[in-house]
């Protein structure tokens, strides 16, 4: 069974502080995970995803498949950042996204 | 192009009734969810279509939800005999295959009064 697990369901920091939003997961498979935000009164939408390697907006997150984790971190957090996040988890191949209960960030001037 | 609509985007209902909430998804995507966001809580899969296969229901809370899909459009919601602990917003997403990027539709409230 896929399970995502967001331990802070609220995180606050700083403008200018880093920030990590941890994700968790178990799979017994190939997984492939991803990021969402919710920015306040907009829709849900995709921030990154593991396949990518990429950083979008200042964010990146590193799979590592020994602590079955997908850390979302940014070193320089900005006050439109504010947003709730979402981990997500599909199985290669597989037909469905498990997601996380999300972690509310706020942003502090 | 237009992305995902979700109607009606509020909905009051009194305990006990049915409802129907509707989504359309992008054109051509053959993929589609359906989650629920219960207040304060994560989103929580409900059910999920793939062009002509069989959807995967196992998300749904009770034999009180269904949902239809027609080809690779158009997809229904309905709860029947509604319960106040229905209450949550409804979203819907598609994507052009299964573990590609999902996109998300505004969402259904509805009010369970």
């Known amino acids: 069974a896929q399970r995502v697990t967001q331990p802070e369901k609220l995180l606050s920091v700083f403008k200018g502080a880093p920030v990590e939003l941890k994700c968790n997961y178990s799979y017994s498979g190939s997984p492939e995970l991803f990021w969402y935000v919710q920015y306040s009164r907009q829709r849900l939408q995709l921030l990154l995803r593991?396949?990518s390697r990429e950083s979008i907006k200042g964010f990146t997150a590193d799979l590592n498949k020994g602590e079955t984790s997908f850390h979302l971190k940014k070193p320089f957090a900005q006050e439109e950042d504010s947003a709730m996040y979402y981990c997500a988890l599909s199985g290669l191949g597989n037909n469905d996204m498990r997601f996380g209960a999300g972690t509310r960030l706020t942003v502090k001037p | 192009g237009a992305g995902v609509s979700q109607s009606p985007s509020n909905k009051v209902t009194e305990k006990g009734k049915d409802v129907e909430l509707r989504c359309d998804p992008i054109s051509g995507h053959t993929a589609l969810y359906w989650y629920r966001q219960r207040l304060g809580q994560g989103l929580e899969f409900l059910i999920y279509?793939?062009?002509?296969?069989?959807?995967?229901k196992s998300g749904l809370p009770s034999d009180r939800f269904s949902a239809e899909r027609t080809g690779e459009s158009v997809s229904t919601l309905t709860i029947q005999r509604t319960q106040q602990e229905d209450s949550a917003v409804y979203l819907c997403?598609?994507?052009?295959?299964?573990?590609?990027?999902?996109?998300f539709g505004p969402g259904t409230r509805l009010t369970v009064t």
């Open positions: 997403a598609s994507s052009q295959a299964p573990s590609y990027e999902q996109y």
């Open positions: 593991h396949i």
């Open positions: 279509f793939q062009g002509n296969s069989a959807p995967d």
